[in-house]
């Protein structure tokens, strides 16, 4: 899929643009707060109706004005779609070709747009939320199954939460709730596992593409529960377990949502052995490793990069830029580049000049 036009209307800093873009690749430049990666947030944003800069919708409609909108026209090999948002300090809407799309499974099946920002570098420094949520949102489209699961997973947490607060626990309640829990959790391990098995499977191909030496890179996953034929008795004895921590601590101390993950680079933890520059590259790897498992052409995703060169050297640089070439519709962010067979798109003061080289 590529978007092969996008206009913007009180976005960002942005009154009114339209761009219509290359189905390659398309590079924007320009310097720092002149509205470069505004753009690339706004494709963003149609696949997942949020940003993946804040989580406050006022922040994206430009200041003094009520409403933002995004309007994309998205095509792929057979259909073309016109994706609007409509974003106000109270609400957002997406709809698609006039039907408002109400499920966001729905949405990332009509664009699919995946990321690397800067502060994605620090992914295995980071919170095991931040890695959580790599794994289910890239789950999440692959598999509108694993997302019920985790919606419906959310929902049960809540619950059990709820009763623990209780100044009396029901016992027979929280035992009703934490056996609908369990079986919630062994269908999210289950395709947690499979989906890891899927990204260590060219995860290596890919560093290697972007580094440049034969490195074995390989994503760690180990759930709470060992998965197995008897994973649910486990988990209810885990749970049983646990059970007074949960009632002094008010909240459920185990489970899925405290799970994490860790990458290896030739056997060692890339977080405590890796360079500055070795994180930044296997993670831009993993964040492309996706792509890859989408057999499809026409429904391969978009792919952003934003500012993801500026602390490469130039070597690392050319390898990156050559690699995401081969790929369908790519856009990079930068202050400065220079890239042949691309588009450029050059930002200064809300004014973008188109140029082909």
């Not at 494709?43 to 409609?61: G, Q």
């Not at 919606?151 to 623990?164: P, T």
């Not at 995860?203 to 760690?220: F, Q």
């Not at 890796?274 to 296997?282: A, C, D, F, H």
């Amino acid at each position: 899929m590529i978007v092969s036009k996008l206009t913007l209307r009180n976005f960002r800093n942005y009154d009114h643009v339209e761009l219509v873009f290359s189905p390659k690749l398309n590079v924007i430049v320009g310097d720092n707060a002149e509205g470069k990666t505004n753009i690339v947030e706004a494709i963003y944003y149609l696949s997942l109706a949020r940003s993946f800069r804040t989580s406050e919708i006022n922040d994206l409609i430009k200041e003094r004005r009520q409403f933002a909108t995004i309007e994309a026209v998205v095509d792929n090999l057979t259909t073309r779609k016109e994706i609007v948002a409509l974003m106000t300090s109270s609400s957002k809407k997406v709809s698609c070709n006039g039907k408002q799309v109400r499920r966001i499974s729905d949405l990332s099946k009509l664009i699919n747009v995946i990321v690397f920002e800067p502060k994605d570098a620090l992914m295995f420094h980071d919170s095991p939320l931040v890695r959580r949520n790599y794994l289910d949102i890239n789950l999440s489209k692959k598999s509108p199954v694993y997302l019920e699961n985790l919606i419906e997973f959310e929902k049960l947490l809540k619950e059990r939460n709820s009763i623990l607060k209780g100044e009396e626990i029901d016992k027979i309640h929280l035992d009703v709730v934490t056996k609908k829990l369990i079986e919630v959790e062994e269908q999210i391990v289950r395709y947690r596992l499979a989906y890891i098995s899927e990204i260590n499977k060219i995860l290596s191909k890919i560093v290697k593409a972007v580094k440049g030496d034969d490195d074995e890179a390989v994503l760690n996953y180990n759930p709470f529960i060992r998965m197995d034929e008897k994973f649910s008795q486990a988990c209810a004895r885990a749970y049983e377990k646990n059970l007074e921590s949960d009632i002094k601590h008010k909240a459920t101390q185990i489970g899925i949502h405290r799970e994490d993950f860790s990458l290896s680079l030739n056997g060692k933890d890339i977080a405590t052995h890796g360079s500055q520059g070795e994180n930044r590259l296997v993670v831009i790897a993993l964040k492309l490793a996706p792509y890859f498992l989408i057999e499809d052409e026409g429904e391969k995703p978009i792919v952003v990069l934003d500012d993801a060169l500026s602390e490469l050297d130039y070597i690392h640089r050319q390898r990156l830029i050559i690699f995401v070439a081969k790929m369908n519709q790519v856009f990079i962010t930068a202050t400065e580049l220079n890239v042949s067979n691309a588009t450029i798109f050059v930002v200064n003061h809300q004014n973008i000049t188109r140029r082909n080289t």
